[in-house]
């Protein structure tokens, strides 16, 4: 198992940005496939983006052209680096590290998008 501390989240304006990061420990990071979700009040959690154990990236469509998922795994940590925010992008944020079987969750980062 691995665990997750996600950062980075806040209040910011439309047309902003966030980098949120999410620190791992506790297995090897570079086997997980990493992700980001989020939830806003009264929806369902929502997959974001994820990044495999080898780099490749997928998006929501949402998220395409506007969000950036990257991975260090050196410092066993993965990014979301969120540009053009807008209201709608309200949400608490979860990180998930996924391999085979085993699938763990961080606590979440609010991020709030507001004038």
């Known amino acids: 198992q691995v665990q997750l501390v996600e950062s980075g989240g806040g209040l910011v304006q439309p047309g902003g940005s966030l980098r949120l990061s999410c620190a791992a420990s506790?297995?090897?990071?570079?086997?997980?496939?990493m992700a980001w979700y989020r939830q806003a009040p009264g929806e369902l959690r929502e997959w974001v983006t994820s990044?495999?154990?080898?780099?490749?990236?997928t998006y929501s469509q949402s998220a395409k052209g506007r969000f950036t998922i990257s991975r260090d795994n050196a410092k066993a940590t993965v990014y979301l680096q969120m540009n053009n925010l807008k209201p709608e992008d309200t949400a608490v944020y979860y990180c998930?590290?996924?391999?085979?079987?085993?699938?763990?969750w961080g606590q979440g980062t609010q991020v709030t998008v507001s004038s």
């Open positions: 506790g297995s090897i990071f570079s086997l997980y496939t």
């Open positions: 998930n590290a996924r391999y085979g079987t085993d699938y763990n």
């Open positions: 990044i495999t154990n080898s780099g490749g990236t």
